[in-house]
């Protein structure tokens, strides 16, 4: 793998504890919940950028703020609304049926070949999203809404993400000014359209862990992904972020163990072992020269 590649990896690590996180700050309205997080990320981000002496990086053309803004923003509101009215487990999985996107829209959007290992890869990492989202799954009639807020965010981080591959040109320090502008938006939004909670000690943690985490170094470490590694490869590895996060949730109480967990567990690994033996096919340019 490149190091770009490497550093993507190292976001879907950190992702795997967003949903166990997020159910760790259970209470705060998902608009206050996003502020809080990307408040922390913000800063512990600029401050980085400032001691490389970098914020000459924060510069970047509306369109580039817009991109990332409204995909860092928009995403996680979806996400934290989602938690908040639709079962957890269910809510996370629908969620991830980002990967999925992500390696489909890798052909249309960037022009690159998916080939059959690749889709191979995908369907099984599919396969075992289906099988954790079915087999006894509920959906109550009022979590609809949470529900279709998790659909909305898949769509919203898969466009997020492969359109970053168009944008190479702006350096990852730029995330930073991203998360700022993130946690204003995310404030005006709250003190708008909800009702302020202040968090406990538990809720607070919670939320400080997201914010230096999946909330955080995650953002960097992904766009570096997006634009230096091989998206079609991240889409399929990043099928097992879910299972991951699903054994973190039934861990701290939130789901119920069942076999059918193993069967996922082993779709997944064998959908990311299959793409990652995906070779580029002669005379095709670089993954990280789009």
Known sequence: MSAGTLAGCGALVLWAFLAVLARGAAGLPPLQLTAMAFVVAGVGGLGVVAARGRLSALR????????????????????????????AV????????????????????????????RLGGVGLGFAGCALLLGGGAR???D???????????????????????RLAAVPTDAVAGFCLASAGLAAVAHLALETSVMPD???????????LGPVGAAFFLWDRGMKAGDPRLLGSLAYS????????????GEAAWEPRLLWAVALVAGGGWLAARAQPPEGAPPANRP
Not at 68 to 85: I, Q
Not at 202 to 211: E, H, I, S, T, V
Request: hydrophobic residues 60%; charged residues 5%.
């Open 139 to 141: 959906f109550p009639v």
């Open 90 to 117: 269910e809510a996370n999985l629908l969620n991830y049926l980002w990967p999925l996107l992500i390696v489909l829209f890798s052909a249309p959007l960037l022009g690159l070949r998916l080939g059959p290992s």
């Open 241 to 252: 972020v879910p299972v991951a996060s699903t054994l973190l949730l039934v861990t701290a």
């Open 201 to 211: 000690g538990r809720q607070a943690l919670a939320a400080l862990l997201l914010g």
């Open 60 to 87: 970047q053309p509306p369109l580039v703020w817009a991109h990332g803004v409204g995909g860092l923003f928009g995403y996680h509101a979806l996400y934290f609304a989602a938690l908040a009215f639709a079962p």
């Open 143 to 165: 979590a609809w809404f949470g529900l279709g807020c998790a659909l909305a965010a898949a769509v919203v981080w898969a466009l997020y993400s492969v359109l970053s591959r």
